[in-house]
């Protein structure tokens, strides 16, 4: 029963409502840093409503509950929206057994338009309520001429510049039939995996991160840099229309939207229709269901009465319809306590803080522990033990800690500071320049990457050891049974009953094996026939096991077809690597250096030795072919000046590293080179380093390319180059040596042009001999046109 006069404690808790409400509005919509949890301002939120509706004296113009979002200051011009954009009431789940209890809002909104309007089981269209920016889209004439945010509904900001940036929005409509005038009204969302993306990049870069998707879309429409907008990957989906001249609209909201998805606008691949109350609850299921797969953040459902007449005779109250409600899913973040930072360390060694929380539900599973990331992101967020933090958990991925609730703040908490020692091992954690990430420097030392290679190496999609669990593992390792995965293979069904009985006398339980009077092996035996059965296995279950930096499923399995052979993965330098398709630098070199280490060859050999075959060993790719080479090497080396043309011109004319060597700078010169470029290559290879691991990578080659299937005729040294012969010679004739020439596969012609590879003046050049000084064409003498016959094997 609504009460005229509110008692004083009302007054004054409305008034802290206020207060906090309008802060977090500020900062939610204005600083783009907000301090709250969704689901705690939604409750402050209602609380002020119930207080309001139950003491009509309390109502007041400047309360929030009479807007929507705070006003955008500043930056932007002003657009007063032609049809306000309206708010949607909200059904959250409350305490109940049957549905009818738990979605009482979504009952009585339905039951409300059954008796206004007299229908039954009315039809309404259905779509998931998108996490991101509200926008609206004015098309004159087809063209789209402005963009606006929602702001309080009825003044947004123009960010037109900006709009017109993310490509999911139509700048000209397709199809025909559209109103001279049209509003199209929708959301701007980041996607989650291009959230995560720009996040780790920003980690990375040591630069701040997003705190959730739909900051990320706020935050890029609110840039003045519509450059900066652009590189943002956005996306879009229309859910409605605003203003509508020169034309007419269907007259239900799905016929709506099927035309906007006609004119070329994105509509939610999952928007339907549904019927009567029952029909609702299960679309609000259906979606609950798929919401941690959809790529984007939805935090409910929209239901909206389908027909138009139906709406307009349900109408309005304040700003929000009548005809459509927004049923929210529990909230994925929550607000809960730090109750410790530890350091995990995982199969490479990275350092990464997690928070451990006082258990919290979010979503609907109990959340104990966080991702912090890693030291920036604690330093940035200035987690502290003690502090009330808000935890989100989005999709599938480990939930983190979005940020500090400062306010609730203990008294006398401390920074906290990354550890200079691994918590496991005692040895150094280190940090790689230009990275964000801390690592444990003991390697396989450290018992936690030792337990985390070996999980990893018995895991599923790695050697698929069945029934070799994170456990046995762990016991495994404490008690020294087993250093790296090599060691499992000599394990017996003795070594597990004697883990057993460690592990009964370490946690003090009566060993099962006493209890029942005999001694059970039936589950060593089983676990010993699984670590038999994995071996035989595949080449790249096999490199994927080795748990190699940065070698996933689909590395692995590059590396095995490609190379053929585990002798050929483990023997090729990182510039051999580097050939194959996907793999960068980056990875390269740490396979690489991951086989350059003997401890791991001696691991590898081991396993072998164990018996580990694999079915699909065979030649490396006949496309490999292609991608070998003297000029690939040469590419690789980065050499300054030295161009893919010079390359190419020096693998075509020596056969092998060292024929390149001894031929030396000025029979480059002479083979096509030009001046600059060949000089720099000399230095290059004078430093004995650069020459040694050339030396290897062209020993490497050499073995792959030996393995290589069948040869296919290989191309004549000189080919696509040509030379122009002038003057007279004195050991040979110009149509003898042009014979030799060709016969090389060298074009010789009678005139010089840019083209023109290199000039052989003999005694009393003429106008050749000028016009390739003038053109800057490489001349040379005779001398040097028999010193390439001869190299050539076609000496005359
Ligand atoms: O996805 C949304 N966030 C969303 C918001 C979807 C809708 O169909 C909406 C909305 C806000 C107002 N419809 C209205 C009328």
């Known amino acids: 029963m609504p009460q005229p006069i509110a008692p004083p404690e009302a007054v004054e808790r409305a008034e802290i409502l206020r207060r906090r409400i309008e802060d977090a509005n500020y900062r939610y919509h204005v600083l783009d840093e907000p301090d709250i949890a969704d689901a705690d301002y939604d409750r402050l939120m209602r609380e002020l409503e119930a207080?309001?509706?139950?003491?009509t004296d309390l109502a007041?113009?400047?309360?929030?509950?009479?807007?929507?979002?705070?006003?955008?200051?500043?930056?932007?011009?002003?657009?007063?929206?032609?049809?306000?954009?309206?708010?949607?009431?909200?059904?959250?789940?409350?305490?109940?057994?049957?549905?009818?209890?738990?979605?009482?809002?979504v009952a009585d909104f339905e039951r409300r338009i059954e008796q206004t309007l007299d229908r039954?089981?009315?039809?309404?269209?259905?779509?998931?309520?998108?996490?991101?920016?509200?926008?609206?889209?004015?098309?004159?004439?087809?063209?789209?001429?402005?963009?606006?945010?929602?702001?309080?509904?009825?003044?947004?900001?123009?960010?037109?510049?900006?709009?017109?940036?993310?490509?999911?929005?139509?700048?000209?409509?397709?199809?025909?039939?559209?109103?001279?005038?049209?509003?199209?009204?929708?959301?701007?969302?980041?996607?989650?995996?291009?959230?995560?993306?720009?996040?780790?990049?920003?980690?990375?870069?040591?630069?701040?991160?997003?705190?959730?998707?739909?900051?990320?879309?706020?935050?890029?429409?609110?840039?003045?840099?519509?450059?900066?907008?652009?590189?943002?990957?956005?996306?879009?989906?229309?859910?409605?229309?605003?203003?509508?001249?020169?034309?007419?609209?269907?007259d239900?909201?799905?016929?709506?939207?099927?035309?906007?998805?006609?004119?070329?606008?994105?509509?939610?691949?999952?928007?339907?229709?549904?019927?009567?109350?029952?029909?609702?609850?299960?679309?609000?299921?259906?979606?609950?269901?798929?919401?941690?797969?959809?790529?984007?953040?939805?935090?409910?459902?929209?239901?909206?009465?389908?027909?138009?007449?139906?709406?307009?005779?349900?109408?309005?109250?304040?700003?929000?319809?009548?005809?459509?409600?927004?049923?929210?899913?529990?909230?994925?973040?929550?607000?809960?306590?730090?109750?410790?930072?530890?350091?995990?360390?995982?199969?490479?060694?990275?350092?990464?803080?997690?928070?451990?929380?006082?258990?919290?539900?979010?979503?609907?599973?109990t959340v104990t522990n966080a991702t912090l990331h890693n030291a920036d992101q604690v330093a940035r967020l200035d987690v502290r033990i003690g502090d009330s933090v808000i935890v989100r958990r989005a999709g599938d991925v480990i939930p983190e800690v979005a940020r500090v609730v400062m306010e609730r703040r203990p008294a006398n908490t401390v920074p906290w500071k990354m550890p200079s020692t691994c918590p496991v091992c005692g040895s150094e954690l280190l940090r790689e320049e230009g990275a964000a990430a801390y690592r444990c420097s003991g390697g396989?030392?450290?018992?936690?990457?030792?337990?985390?290679?070996?999980?990893?190496?018995?895991?599923?999609?790695?050697?698929?050891?069945?029934?070799?669990?994170?456990?046995?593992?762990?016991?495994?390792?404490?008690?020294?049974?087993?250093?790296?995965?090599?060691?499992?293979?000599?394990?017996?069904?003795?070594?597990?009953?004697?883990?057993?009985?460690?592990?009964?006398?370490?946690?003090?339980?009566?060993?099962?094996?006493?209890?029942?009077g005999r001694i059970a092996t039936k589950w060593a035996e089983n676990l010993v026939a699984s670590i038999e059965a994995s071996k035989r296995s595949t080449l790249p279950r096999f490199l994927f096991a080795l748990g190699i930096m940065h070698i996933g499923e689909s590395t692995a399995k590059t590396l095995a077809t490609w190379l053929g052979s585990l002798e050929h993965v483990r023997h090729t330098p990182a510039p051999v690597l580097r050939v194959l398709p996907d793999i960068g630098d980056e990875v390269a070199t740490s396979i690489a250096a991951f086989f350059e280490q003997e401890g791991n060859q001696a691991v590898v050999d081991k396993l072998l030795a164990a018996g580990v075959v694999f079915a699909d060993e065979g030649a490396p790719s006949p496309k490999l072919r292609d991608r070998l080479g003297l000029d690939v090497l040469l590419d690789a080396a980065k050499v300054p000046k030295l161009g893919p043309k010079s390359t190419a011109t020096l693998a075509k004319h020596y056969d092998s590293l060292d024929a390149l060597v001894k031929a030396g700078e000025h029979q480059w010169i002479v083979a096509g080179v030009p001046q600059a470029a060949a000089t720099n290559l000399a230095t290059y290879l004078a430093d004995a380093e650069h020459l040694a691991a050339l030396r290897d990578a062209d020993t490497a080659m050499r073995r792959l390319a030996a393995a290589l299937p069948a040869k296919a005729a290989s191309a004549l040294p000189l080919e696509g180059m040509t030379y122009v012969i002038t003057g007279t010679m004195e050991t040979l004739k110009r149509d003898d040596a042009t014979e030799r020439l060709e016969s090389l596969g060298a074009k010789v012609a009678g005139s010089v042009s840019k083209k023109t590879t290199g000039v052989f003046a003999g005694e009393a050049a003429g106008s050749k001999l000028d016009k390739a000084k003038e053109l800057g064409v490489p001349v040379h003498t005779e001398a040097d046109l028999v010193a390439l016959l001869t190299q050539h094997g076609v000496a005359p």
């Open 51 to 55: 207080l309001e509706a139950q003491y």
């Open 120 to 250: 039954k089981a009315p039809v309404f269209s259905v779509e998931p309520k998108l996490d991101g920016l509200a926008i609206s889209l004015r098309y004159e004439d087809g063209v789209f001429v402005q963009g606006a945010t929602r702001g309080d509904g009825a003044v947004g900001e123009d960010v037109t510049a900006n709009l017109r940036t993310v490509k999911a929005i139509p700048l000209r409509l397709r199809g025909t039939g559209w109103p001279r005038v049209l509003e199209v009204r929708g959301e701007v969302i980041m996607p989650r995996a291009a959230f995560e993306v720009f996040n780790e990049r920003a980690r990375a870069a040591g630069e701040k991160p997003l705190a959730n998707p739909r900051n990320g879309a706020a935050g890029s429409l609110r840039q003045l840099d519509p450059a900066v907008t652009a590189k943002r990957p956005l996306a879009f989906f229309a859910y409605a229309v605003g203003r509508v001249e020169g034309g007419e609209l269907p």
């Open 444 to 516: 396989l030392i450290c018992a936690a990457q030792r337990k985390e290679a070996l999980i990893h190496f018995a895991s599923r999609r790695a050697m698929d050891i069945d029934g070799l669990g994170d456990r046995f593992v762990d016991a495994l390792v404490e008690f020294d049974m087993v250093h790296t995965p090599a060691d499992l293979y000599a394990l017996t069904v003795e070594s597990f009953v004697r883990m057993k009985a460690l592990a009964d006398e370490r946690d003090g339980s009566i060993p099962e094996t006493v209890k029942q």
């Open 252 to 365: 239900t909201h799905s016929a709506t939207l099927a035309k906007l998805r006609d004119w070329g606008f994105p509509v939610s691949p999952e928007v339907d229709t549904a019927t009567g109350f029952d029909g609702l609850i299960a679309y609000f299921r259906r979606i609950g269901e798929k919401r941690n797969s959809l790529p984007y953040d939805i935090d409910g459902v929209v239901y909206k009465l389908d027909d138009y007449a139906g709406q307009q005779e349900m109408g309005f109250v304040s700003r929000a319809p009548r005809w459509a409600i927004a049923h929210k899913y529990p909230a994925q973040e929550q607000t809960t306590k730090v109750e410790a930072i530890e350091i995990q360390i995982g199969r490479t060694g990275a350092a990464t803080p997690v928070a451990r929380l006082t258990p919290v539900q979010v979503g609907g599973v």
């Open 60 to 105: 007041s113009d400047d309360s929030p509950t009479r807007r929507v979002g705070a006003r955008a200051t500043g930056g932007f011009a002003e657009v007063v929206h032609a049809v306000p954009m309206l708010s949607l009431g909200n059904a959250f789940e409350q305490d109940g057994d049957t549905d009818r209890e738990k979605y009482r809002e």
